[in-house]
């Protein structure tokens, strides 16, 4: 087994865990989900608003309800995720609420084994890309399942955010903002529930915006956009303030939180 494979193994066991805890947590809300509450959140809403009829692969879906959300509004979806506890759910999720979506369980960098079909929309969104060792083969993934003209959109935390150490009562900048050695960290409870018992064992990697870009554009997409935001959808980092608009920000505004990305398939 490779290094990398080794690394997937680590973070798929801990996902299976964050499953178990996130399907229960306030956070992610599943009864009010089940009575039609969407998961989808102001950023991807905007860009993606019109999803009807059109067919959408969710890679990295967690145990599906973006992905079942797009099924509401009348996508034909597909969601992909490494962690088969998570499509496990996805798919009970699924049956009950009596949607058409699919999900496949594998690494998201071999979506093509598994999936021939090519798509309208490829999203992904919120903590994804540092998952991953190099985001060439992400690129090149994306472009082989989008169809011509297909639009992908993400939507996740800036880079300067994975630049900080959260494990401490204060945050301080301890990994490179272009980084190539791998991050480990091991910490109890989970961004859903912090007070949970379970264990995180992460393996992660960090991606500057270049490198984002550049993945894309010579997997042969057009980026039509990358916006940058102080405000985040999420209450997942250290002494965030709540605005009137229900979004999150850090007090002083320094840096952004998330970015946002849409491009095109020539």
């Known amino acids: 087994m490779s290094t990398h494979e080794n690394y997937f193994e680590t973070n798929k066991t801990t996902w299976n865990k964050k499953?178990?805890?996130?399907?229960?947590?306030?956070?992610?809300?599943?009864?009010?989900?089940?009575?039609?509450?969407?998961?989808?959140?102001?950023?991807?809403?905007?860009?993606?608003?019109d999803v009807k009829?059109?067919?959408?692969?969710?890679?990295?879906?967690h145990f599906g309800q973006d992905t079942l959300s797009?099924?509401?509004m009348g996508a034909k979806c597909?969601?992909?995720?490494?962690?088969?506890?998570?499509?496990?759910?996805?798919?009970?999720?699924?049956?009950?609420?009596?949607?058409n979506a699919q999900f496949i369980c594998c690494n998201v960098l071999d979506t093509s084994k598994y999936v021939a079909e090519i798509f309208d929309i490829v999203y992904t969104s919120y903590g994804v890309i540092g998952w991953l060792p190099d985001l060439k083969p992400w690129g090149k993934m994306i472009a082989e399942r989008l169809k011509k003209g297909?639009?992908?959109?993400m939507a996740e935390f800036h880079p300067i955010v994975w630049m900080f150490d959260y494990l401490d009562d204060k945050p301080?900048?301890?990994?490179?903002?272009?980084?190539?050695?791998v991050i480990y960290e091991e910490y109890m409870g989970t961004y859903?529930?912090?007070?949970?018992?379970?264990?995180?064992?992460?393996?992660?990697?960090?991606?500057?915006?270049?490198?984002?870009?550049?993945?894309?554009?010579?997997?042969?997409?057009?980026?039509?956009?990358?916006?940058?935001h102080d405000e985040s959808p999420y209450d997942v980092l250290p002494n965030l303030t709540k605005t009137d608009s229900g979004m999150f920000v850090t007090k002083d505004k320094l840096?952004?939180?998330i970015f946002t990305l849409k491009a095109i398939k020539v």
Request: some cysteine; overall charge neutral; charged content about 30%.
């Open 255 to 257: 840096y952004p939180l």
């Open 150 to 153: 297909g639009t992908f959109f």
């Open 78 to 99: 597909v969601g992909v995720d490494l962690s088969d506890e998570g499509i496990k759910l996805a798919r009970k999720l699924n049956a009950e609420l009596k949607f």
């Open 19 to 49: 499953v178990k805890v996130h399907s229960k947590s306030n956070m992610y809300d599943l009864e009010a989900f089940k009575k039609g509450k969407s998961s989808l959140m102001k950023y991807e809403l905007e860009a993606l608003n």
């Open 70 to 72: 797009w099924s509401r």
């Open 172 to 181: 301080i900048i301890k990994h490179g903002y272009m980084q190539d050695a």
């Open 53 to 61: 009829y059109k067919s959408l692969l969710h890679l990295q879906c």
């Open 192 to 228: 859903a529930d912090k007070e949970s018992e379970m264990i995180s064992k992460e393996y992660g990697w960090n991606h500057g915006l270049g490198e984002v870009v550049s993945a894309l554009t010579e997997a042969g997409l057009h980026i039509e956009y990358l916006k940058e």
